[in-house]
T-cell receptor, first 111, second 115 residues
Framework: LAKTTQPISMDSYEGQEVNITCSHN???????ITWYQQFPSQGPRFIIQ???TKVTNEVASLFIPADRKSSTLSLPRVSLSDTAVYYC????????????FGKGTRLHILP | ETGVTQTPRHLVMGMTNKKSLKCEQH?????MYWYKQSAKKPLELMFV???????ENNSVPSRFSPECPNSSHLFLHLHTLQPEDSALYLC??????????????FGPGTRLTVL
């Protein structure tokens, strides 16, 4: 499983756009990039997954540059309820990789 | 609601007790997982089951004993636990056992306290 590096924590304000970047320098050709969100005392929840360029759903956008060595999760107009830990995972369906959730990024939204 | 339920939601037990955690998924998935999350630590994968067969055991102490009678149900039997085993225990399922490209759906967790 490709190692990922994310900021430990971030603060932002309600109504702002928040971008969380994940570095994955040793991403392999077949690896996908997946983001999860976890609220306190709950299980993680899938947010978005992508392979290259840009993916958008009703919750977030995922930007992946051409070299795929990093990715950015973009949360538009955050609210207090977006305060959570966000995890970036990189891996390939076909490889026998262990599943590793890192420490994630603790996002704190302020009023 | 993710389609994955866990019971009980909270459990307090002594070190000599025997208890079981239950997980059920209503998604028709083939793979199920147990994770442990201690305070301010990353999620630790404990066990993986695919089509009822255990495919991964991440060096978990034998005081944790998983059981998967069918693809929809997963148990974690607990005995002679230690206080450091207190944590949030999360169950998850996915279509197959090839995450991270296979989306995992997590249950709400069981908050376990060992006295």
């Amino acid at each position: 499983l490709a190692k990922t590096t994310q900021p430990i924590s971030m603060d932002s304000y309600e109504g702002q756009e928040v971008n969380i970047t994940c570095s994955h320098n040793n991403i392999a050709t077949n690896d996908y990039i997946t983001w999860y969100q976890q609220f306190p005392s709950q299980g993680p929840r899938f947010i978005i997954q992508g392979y290259k360029t840009k993916v958008t759903n009703e919750v977030a956008s995922l930007f992946i540059p051409a070299d795929r060595k990093s990715s950015t999760l973009s949360l538009p107009r955050v609210s207090l309820s977006d305060t959570a830990v966000y995890y970036c995972l990189v891996g390939d369906r076909g490889r026998d990789d262990k599943i590793i959730f890192g420490k994630g990024t603790r996002l704190h939204i302020l009023p | 609601e993710t389609g994955v339920t866990q019971t009980p939601r909270h459990l307090v037990m002594g070190m000599t007790n025997k208890k079981s955690l239950k997980c059920e998924q209503h998604l028709g998935h083939n793979a199920m997982y147990w994770y442990k999350q201690s305070a301010k630590k990353p999620l630790e994968l404990m066990f993986v089951y695919n089509f009822k067969e255990q495919t991964e055991n991440n060096s978990v102490p034998s005081r944790f004993s998983p059981e998967c009678p069918n693809s929809s149900h997963l148990f974690l039997h607990l005995h002679t636990l230690q206080p450091e085993d207190s944590a949030l225990y999360l169950c998850a399922s996915s279509q197959d056992s090839q995450p991270p490209t296979d989306t995992q759906y997590f249950g709400p967790g069981t908050r376990l306290t060992v006295l």
